[in-house]
């Protein structure tokens, strides 16, 4: 087996949500890895794991998908890796050997050396695709995408839009695609002051998150009339009634892609006991708002639109039009201090780097 970057270098383990809670709820274990797979399964080695907000969210209690409801489960939305073993039972036209590299949006459970799913969960990529740069497309990318052209708005050349957390991973992909792809779209985005500068880089025009003012500088930018779509995914009440301000007047749409806001400020918990984001997100509706996600709205419903996407994007990377940013690797031992970054809001995207070897040669 190839060394990994746990705490368990020769020997395949995961990271699990103890109980819901503040980041050191997380306990590493090791795990058998003939013991789970099924007919229908895979076993993949994982060489790189995407970190992003929803580990946050998933760890504290309040991410919506039945197999995080309870206490037990392993983080981690998306990966890149290699196929190990393959079950007994792959379906008819199936493309996956051993020694494969795929790549995935898990939603749960890539926080680990190794992972078993379903063959249909696993995207074939080539042998000599970077697994850092693809590894952040399933969810960022194709959150950002998504949102961009998926999600019920039209956003003609010209259109302006206003990117919520611009300068978080989903912001970042989101100006990246925009300048990627031509879509020649005016970017407004909002953030801490400390990071206007980061965002500017991207091509964004930076707001500061929490001025009073917010709206009315989003107005000025755009002629008084505001921006085309707002997107946010704080999920306040303040910050939805801004978003809405800040589009234009009967036309302008607000999509709503999270709640972070509930999550308290320094990781521990919920803002309240029986946490039920659409009834929160319902009580705040907006006029011309809608919900989104990358994976029931996206993944799930549209499978092969979203696949046809994700290798467009990944054409971009091949052709070395499109060079994710990712701001800070990580060995997979540091997972409890990925989710304390995470808590006081990093710049762009981090990524664990679990293969042993590819982390020497980033001096990991």
């Known amino acids: 087996m190839p060394k990994n970057t746990s705490y368990t270098p020769d020997q395949a383990g995961r990271w699990v949500v103890s109980k819901f809670g503040a980041p050191d709820v997380l306990k590493w274990e090791t795990w058998d890895l003939n013991a789970e797979l099924t007919a229908d399964h ?33 983080p981690g939305y998306d990966f890149v890796g290699e196929v190990v073993a393959l079950g007994s039972s792959p379906p008819e036209g199936n493309p996956l050997a051993v020694g494969d590299r795929v790549a995935s949006m898990c939603v749960i459970g890539s926080h680990a050396t190794h992972i078993i799913l379903p063959f249909t969960e696993l995207i074939r ?32 050349p010209g259109s302006s839009i ?14 990246e695609l925009v300048n990627a792809f031509k879509l020649d779209l005016k970017m407004i985005g909002s953030c801490s002051p400390s990071k206007f500068d980061y965002v500017k880089s991207l091509g964004v025009i930076p707001v500061d998150r929490t001025a009073q003012d917010l709206v009315e500088q989003v107005l000025a930018l755009t002629n008084g009339e505001g921006v085309d779509v707002a997107y946010d995914a704080v999920g306040s ?15 302008g749409l607000v999509i709503a ?5 509930e999550i308290a400020p320094d990781g521990s918990g919920l803002s309240q006991e029986k946490f039920d ?24 419903k549209t499978r092969q ?39 006081s809001g990093v710049k762009g995207k981090m990524m664990f780097i679990v293969d042993g070897d590819l982390a020497a040669q980033h001096r990991l």
């Open 162 to 175: 206003l990117i919520g957390s611009a300068s978080g991973g989903v912001g970042t992909a989101m100006a």
């Open 257 to 261: 892609i999270g709640i972070m806001a």
């Open 277 to 300: 984001p659409n009834a929160l997100l319902t009580a705040r509706w907006q006029p011309r708002m809608e919900l989104w996600s990358v994976d029931g709205s996206y993944y799930q």
């Open 42 to 74: 895979a076993l993949i080695r994982i060489i790189t794991a995407g970190i992003a907000g929803t580990d946050n969210l998933q760890r504290v209690g309040g991410y919506p998908d039945p197999r995080s409801s309870k206490p037990g489960f392993t």
């Open 125 to 156: 990529i080539d042998r000599n695709d970077d697994p850092i740069k693809v590894g952040v497309l399933p969810l960022n990318y194709m959150t950002a995408w998504g949102l961009l052209k998926r999600s019920g708005v039209n956003l003609v």
């Open 237 to 251: 009440e303040d910050s939805l009634r801004k978003s809405h301000l800040s589009t234009k007047k009967d036309t």
């Open 305 to 343: 639109v979203w696949l046809d996407d994700f290798y467009a994007i990944l054409d971009k990377v091949r052709k070395r039009e499109l060079t994710p940013t990712i701001t800070r690797l990580l060995r997979l031992s540091d997972a409890i201090e990925a989710h304390r970054l995470l808590i």
